[in-house]
């Protein structure tokens, strides 16, 4: 079996996460950029990847070779996350066809979740996404969507004394729960929240993105394009003339460095199925980042067209 082994003290090297002031509207950003998991300070690369849909391709050889072209790009360009759920089909099987089939992974930071209504089933789950990824410890391990959070944080807690585990948190892309979430977010022992949160849909800044500051939580932020709704009501818009500033060359890094240039944000998980879009959303990593006012002034460009 394989081993790559993934460790996120690996990516301590890739630079440090924007910090400095420039001229009051953007945040220097050396290096690539990276974001922490406040519970140990350690830094992952602040672009990722997820694989709802776009991984869930089945037994299909040609489409499993295209996907381990895009994973070829990711890790070629810096990539770290890539996150997974058994929920997602065929997906977490792919991935691990795919991590077998690269010549080099050690930047993998290997993100999967439990999902199940039944806290026995959450074991079983694990080993099967330990086997389908061909891994012995993931780095992050999430309760999907809060299904039964207590029991399979319960178990997850186990598996992290034990190694199995390095990381642990709860997920949800549905604004309806995020009061059930902001809960768990005050008073179960995890070190990462993943939530929905871009340039339209705005409602985490509330008070999750605040609390997640405030509780000390890595932030992973889901459905940064919308899914593909922002590219289908923008892509035909002009870049604002000022997106240079932030050195965003396309939409797709717009998106990205809005969801990042807020500080509570530790990466987040774009998908895609052509490795030249992979290039795009990598690019992000590079350059600058907007600061809080320039931030309010990408949103409103965007809602005023």
């Not at 070779?65 to 990711?74: H, I, K, S, T």
């Not at 999430?142 to 178990?155: A, D």
């Not at 004394?161 to 892309?173: D, K, L």
Request: charged share 25%.
């Amino acid at each position: 079996m394989r081993r790559k082994t993934s460790g996120l003290t690996r990516r301590g090297l890739l630079g440090a996460a924007a910090g400095l002031a420039l001229a009051g509207t953007v945040r220097a950003a050396p290096g690539r950029l990276t974001g922490p998991i406040p519970s140990t300070g350690e830094r992952i690369p602040a672009v990722g990847m997820g694989t709802w849909i776009t991984f869930n391709v089945g037994r299909s050889e040609v489409l499993r070779r295209e996907r381990l072209e895009v994973l070829r790009a990711f890790f070629a360009a810096g990539g770290g996350m890539i996150d997974s759920s058994p929920m997602y089909g065929s997906s977490e099987e792919v991935v691990g066809w795919c991590l077998e089939r690269l010549d080099d992974t050690r930047g993998l930071i290997s993100a999967t979740k439990v999902w199940t209504p039944f806290g026995a089933h959450g074991r079983e789950q694990l080993a099967d996404s330990q086997r389908l990824w061909g891994l012995r410890t993931f780095d992050l391990v999430q309760v999907h969507n809060l299904v039964n959070w207590e029991s399979h944080l319960e178990m997850l807690a186990e598996a992290k004394r034990q190694g199995r585990v390095r990381y642990i948190g709860v997920t949800t892309s549905h604004g309806s729960r995020h009061a059930e979430l902001e809960r768990v977010m005050r008073q179960a022992p995890i070190d990462v929240v993943q939530f929905t949160y871009n340039i339209l849909d705005r409602e985490a800044e509330s008070r999750l993105l605040p609390l997640a500051a405030e509780r000390g939580l890595g932030v992973v932020v889901n459905r940064p394009f919308r899914q593909k709704a922002l590219f289908r009501l923008f892509a035909d818009k002009p870049l604002p003339p000022w997106a240079h500033e932030i050195d965003a060359g396309n939409w797709a890094q717009f998106f990205l460095k809005f969801v990042l240039g807020h500080p509570a944000v530790t990466c987040t998980i774009p998908a895609t199925t052509r490795p030249e879009h992979m290039a795009e959303n990598m690019g992000a990593l590079q350059g600058r980042l907007p600061d809080a006012d320039f931030r309010r002034r990408m949103a409103d460009y965007v809602a005023g067209l």
